[in-house]
């Protein structure tokens, strides 16, 4: 994998500022007749036709001249063989989308090929990808916070990348393909998180655009933050590619934090927020079906995938650890703070064989009724009088 190229950026923002505009138009689509859908179809096929073009496109271009060309010249009748004020109102909006790009307001032309720079100045061609990441980086600490209040004092330093890749694995029919995510720890010694997005460019479609969220709050809340007390006392950092905690329980806590923001919807005021309030319900849509095809295929038989066996197992441990937690509380709101604080503890503070073992134990006393039951009562009194979270696997 690589850093997406300038041609490839190119691609990628043009369909970024036509997903945006044809998604905020598809309330209008609803209500015009079976014709006017079918060449307002063409005309979002003819535009991302012309983005994808840009993949050939100069290298002496900028990516906002670039750009330019997707809407220059367009004459939407042509393309849908009638006219519609519906057609002139998406073209208007993505020509908006696409005024926001301005290689020259940003950062110098060169930076263009150095995907780190673009980010660490905020270039404009990838806002979308970056404001995604603030809502998730503002949601995690608050939730972080809300349970172990002082936990994030010392704060990783944060950085998006985004990379090319091509998923052409027998698994991958399935929504959202085209958009995954992955994050490194790359200097141990300046605390740094990479969280990097791997985009099949030409295929990014708008399924993908409705997951880029959630992925980016998989990775904040799962990853961004994981081992940092380990980190400090270790100067290491890592999560084992078999991780049952960090990919299955800790993906099932970011499902429940993301499901109550999308409804609250109370973020800081930034584009991407207007956005994501407008498109809530095809976000938590194929957010959804993102998961339960994911949870579908986990649940398949696949000897060759141990990997894929301890992510699905890690999220049902933890719904059964939940519920374990709510018949021992009086109240579920005492239950919940109890389980987002050892699920944050965990992942700030535990080691990936420790955070294991802490699955494997909650998995046998409660799925195979071993009679251990009375010895994951006692190890939870213990860690809530210490606040050690070692003494849940002690």
Known sequence: MDHLSLNWR????????????????????????????????LL???LLLRAGRLE????????SAALATIISDLDTNAVTSQTHPLFDRTIEDITQNLRGIACRACIPQPACNYDAQIVARHGDCIRFFLECMQLAEEEAV?????????????RPKIYLSTEYYNDDQPDSNRVAKYISGRTDFPDISENLSDIQLLLDVPKFDIKSY????????HEMICHAFQGLRTARANQERST??????????????????????LQDGGWSDVNVADVVRDFSKDIRDITNQYRNERQDFLRREDPSSRTRAFFYIGEEVAQEYHR??????????????IFYRISFDWN??????ERQDFVTRVRQALKFKDGSISELETSLDRYLESGNIRDLIG
Do not use: C
Request: aromatic share 14%; proline share 3%.
């Open 240 to 261: 084992r590619e078999i991780d049952a905690f960090s990919e299955g329980w800790m993906d099932w806590v970011t499902y429940l934090i993301f499901t109550e923001a």
């Open 10 to 41: 190119k691609v990628l923002s043009g369909r970024i500022a036509i997903f945006t505009a044809t998604a905020r138009r598809k309330a209008d689509v609803w209500v015009v007749d079976e014709n006017t859908v079918k060449a307002y179809k």
């Open 142 to 154: 608050a939730w972080y916070e809300k349970y172990l209040p002082g936990s994030l004092q010392t």
């Open 348 to 353: 700030l503070d535990g080691g990936s064989q």
């Open 44 to 46: 979002e096929d003819h």
């Open 56 to 63: 050939s496109s100069p290298d002496n271009v900028t990516l």
């Open 324 to 337: 374990f937690l709510q018949s021992r509380s009086p109240s579920g709101e005492e239950a919940d703070e």
């Open 210 to 217: 409705h997951a880029t969220l959630y992925i980016l709050f």
